[in-house]
């Protein structure tokens, strides 16, 4: 989905911003991201780490429980931020929870460097489960 420019810059400051909330003693990796919902209104995320390690919480899945919990049931848009030289993609679980309310979202990708992956979530996960197969 084709974005203003500022809207997306607004959009990469909020993921970088949410970044700095992350709580990652474990893994010291931290994630920001931030998604422009249905209404158009953004909510952003950190990656929330637990001593029981499996039940850390990545960044997108935050902000988008976020969202979801206020009502939106629609992802235009999601920006992934790491303080990184190189970027790092949504991971496997993360891509179905986007795949839920935005399976043709924008997946936008950024870190410390000019390095970007920008995509879709069709692209990053073809031939996805969805609602749409509980019938
Ligand atoms: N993490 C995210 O927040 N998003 C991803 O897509 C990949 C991984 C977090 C989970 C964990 O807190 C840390 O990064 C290391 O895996």
Redesign the pocket.
């Known amino acids: 989905m084709k974005l203003p420019p500022s809207l997306l810059a607004r959009l990469e400051r909020l993921a970088r911003r949410a970044a700095k909330e992350s709580y990652?003693p474990y893994?010291r990796?931290a994630?920001g991201a931030a998604v422009l919902a249905g209404s158009n209104k953004i909510y952003s995320g950190a990656?929330v780490?637990n001593a029981s390690f499996g039940l850390?919480n990545?960044?997108?899945r935050t902000a988008i429980f976020t969202a979801a919990a206020s009502g939106e049931r629609k992802i235009k848009c999601i920006v992934?931020y790491t303080p990184t030289a190189s970027v790092?993609p949504?991971?496997g679980a993360?891509r179905q929870v986007i795949n839920e309310f935005g399976p043709h979202a924008r997946v936008l990708s950024i870190c410390d460097s000019e390095d970007r992956i920008d995509t879709t979530l069709d692209a990053l996960l073809p031939g996805a489960f969805g609602p749409g197969n509980l019938g």
Do not use: D, L, M, R
């Open positions: 990652s893994s990796f994630v990656n780490e850390c990545c960044a997108e992934v790092t949504p991971c993360c």
